[in-house]
T-cell receptor, first 116, second 113 residues
């Protein structure tokens, strides 16, 4: 079946640094990818929709300058958390939409970000 | 706005026990309903779905029926296995194309031999 690879699975960084998370669709092309954030014991919250070749669409309340999204190819979207702070510590998950007769959404395994 | 409420976990069962994970929702219109499963170290996978009232989604022995009158989509399995241990997410989408998936908080299921 289709696979989405998300890297890294875990990252620890110092406050003020930037962290890049990659999301790759391994065996299909994805014009649309999604980025979610999950706090402990909370729901996955959609942060933004990443569109290949165009600007990402951010959900209300998500800072686009803080969470930079780049979808430069049909198989790769990146989320960069800029100038990270401890409150950015969270679990980030991406998903990629496979279009066709049976549209499906495939998820990455997530990235646990800890900002010290 | 849309919301999904599912029972808090962890749910701890012995192998071959009956499983129910409750899920209720609030949405405008007629959403599609989903159950996703996340095994340790893996991404979320679609387990089953139902797109209209009274539809029953089923997969791998799991079932859930779209109940419009009670706005529920409870997940059931008659006999769980250790390999079913995972986190289960109930979700809804009120628009085509997945871009508006609303998730519940997830329920961890732990099955012991």
């Amino acid at each position: 079946g289709a696979v989405v690879s998300q890297h890294p699975s875990r990252v620890i960084c110092k406050s003020g640094t930037s962290v890049k998370i990659e999301c790759r669709s391994l065996d299909f092309q994805a014009t649309t990818m999604f980025w979610y954030r999950q706090f402990p014991k909370q729901s996955l919250m959609l942060m933004a929709t990443s569109n290949e070749g165009s600007k990402a669409t951010y959900e209300q309340g998500v800072e686009k300058d803080k969470f930079l999204i780049n979808h430069a190819s049909l198989t790769l979207s990146t989320l960069t958390v800029t100038s990270a702070h401890p409150e950015d510590s969270s679990f980030y998950i991406c998903s990629a939409r496979k279009t066709g007769l049976n549209e499906k959404l495939f998820f990455g395994s997530g990235t646990q970000l800890s900002v010290l | 706005g849309d919301s999904v409420t599912q029972m808090e976990g962890p749910v701890t069962l012995s192998e071959e026990a009956f499983l129910t994970i409750n899920c209720t929702y609030t949405a405008t219109g007629y959403p599609s309903l989903f159950w996703y499963v996340q095994y340790p170290g893996e991404g979320l996978q679609l387990l089953l779905k139902a797109t209209k009232a009274d539809d029953k989604g089923s997969n791998k022995g799991f079932e859930a029926t779209y109940r419009k009158e009670t706005t529920s989509f409870h997940l059931e399995k008659g006999s769980v296995q250790v390999s079913d241990s995972a986190v289960y997410f109930c979700a809804l989408s009120d628009k085509k194309g997945y871009s508006t998936l609303t998730f519940g908080k997830g329920t961890m299921l732990l099955v012991s031999p």
